[in-house]
Nanobody
Framework: VQLQASGGGLVQPGGPLTLSCAAS????????MGWFRQTPGKGREFVAA????????FYVDLAKGRFTISRDNDKNMVTLQMNGLTAEDMAVYYC??????????????????WGKGTQVTVSS
């Protein structure tokens, strides 16, 4: 079971950044995929989720209108396109997978599988 996030780095305020997550096939098939983030002193925060077939998607308020989650089932990849980044978006971002049926409200409590995170820094 492997999830590997990548694409983090330094971005200027207001700029875009795209995160990617490569997943092993056994946890990608029929799994909901999601993105979370965590900052020091703050708990893990749910950001977005996408169902197995790519629709529907779900975004928490902080992500609506700025972030886009998508998946490529042929490549076992899920991405998070982020726009309009601010200092409040600085965090370690994690991708995750859930083996249950689509249940967005459940994901506020987490998912079943987690990968290593990728750091996003927003600074001029």
């Amino acid at each position: 079971v492997q999830l590997q996030a990548s694409g983090g780095g330094l971005v200027q305020p207001g700029g875009p950044l795209t995160l990617s997550c490569a997943a092993s096939g056994d946890i990608f098939i029929n799994h909901v995929m999601g993105w979370f983030r965590q900052t020091p002193g703050k708990g893990r925060e749910f950001v977005a989720a996408v169902s197995w077939v790519g629709r529907p998607t779900f975004y928490v308020d902080l992500a609506k209108g700025r972030f886009t989650i998508s998946r490529d089932n042929d490549k076992n990849m899920v991405t998070l396109q982020m726009n309009g980044l601010t200092a409040e978006d600085m965090a370690v971002y994690y991708c995750a997978a859930d083996r249950g049926t689509w249940a967005p409200l459940k994901y506020y409590g987490g998912m079943d599988y987690w990968g290593k995170g990728t750091q996003v820094t927003v600074s001029s």
